[in-house]
């Protein structure tokens, strides 16, 4: 059984971190894509970062300079550290696993900024 558990969202305020994990079980890690999206309300889910098997990173131009994307193949987790962070930061932030066609998601962790 395939799942991805998101955790380390909450309420920061703005200027404030907060790091998000990804733990995997049921996958063969190292072999999948990874990346984090988000939806605010009202809005469509969007990708954030992503990071290939290889921990090629790719980023969304509004998160540039601010969110790091990376992976541990060792714990089968990927992590978002987030920084700077901003009111507009705020949505639910879902994890995603991809390869060879097989998709998978988590159930998505709450992050809101607010002072």
């Known amino acids: 059984q395939v799942q991805l558990v998101e955790s380390g969202g909450g309420l920061a305020q703005p200027g404030g971190s907060l790091r998000l994990s990804c733990a995997t079980s049921?996958?063969?890690?190292?072999?999948?894509?990874m990346g984090w999206y988000r939806q605010a309300p009202g809005k469509q889910r969007s990708l954030v970062a992503s990071i290939t098997r290889g921990s090629t990173t790719n980023y969304a131009d509004s998160v540039k300079g601010r969110f790091t994307i990376s992976r541990d193949n060792a714990k089968n987790t990927m992590y978002l550290q987030m920084n700077s962070l901003k009111p507009e930061d705020t949505a639910v932030y879902y994890c995603?696993?991809?390869?060879?066609?097989?998709?998978?998601w988590g159930q998505g962790t709450q992050v809101t900024v607010s002072s």
């Open positions: 049921g996958i063969t890690f190292e072999w999948y894509a």
């Open positions: 995603n696993a991809n390869f060879a066609g097989s998709d998978y």
